[in-house]
């Protein structure tokens, strides 16, 4: 019987931190370097676990336009962070700032962005070493 209950926490204890595990690190982004992105906004895909802007670069050299995808924080975060699922537009002109992937793929990790209007947003949490904003209304004192 004692068996049967140790495997059974076993079994209790992997379920609840498969999750935890599933997370991946920030080490496949370069974080010694930014580089920043100027061009039109592709989709923002407001999705958990992470909310993911698509944006068109015209590559200089070639003059082809490229697609960068940029990994934002979870819906929870971007909204933290000032973003809705409509503060962007297919179409619309954007500078993003990201810590680039390692490998050279076009992506990253946004760490702010710049809309036509002139608005600017910006990332908190720990991926970047900064305290979590708060929401109109709430008290944050205590939150990371």
Request: net charge positive; proline share 6%; hydrophobic share 40%.
């Amino acid at each position: 019987m004692s068996r049967l209950i140790a495997l059974a926490a076993v079994t209790v204890a992997a379920a609840i931190a498969t999750p935890a595990f599933a997370h991946h690190s920030f080490a496949m982004f370069d974080q010694d370097h930014t580089m920043v992105l100027k061009g039109s906004v592709k989709e923002l895909e407001w999705n958990n676990p992470h909310v993911w802007l698509r944006v068109i670069v015209q590559d200089q050299a070639t003059g082809k336009a490229l697609q960068y995808g940029v990994e934002m924080g979870s819906v929870a975060r971007s909204t933290y962070d000032g973003w809705k699922p409509d503060t962007v537009k297919p179409g619309d002109a954007i500078t993003v700032s990201i810590h680039p992937l390692k490998d050279g793929a076009r992506g990253g990790m946004y760490l702010s962005a710049e809309l036509a209007n002139g608005r600017k947003l910006g990332r908190t949490g720990p991926a970047v070493g900064l305290p979590t904003a708060c929401l109109p209304g709430q008290q944050c004192s205590s939150r990371e």
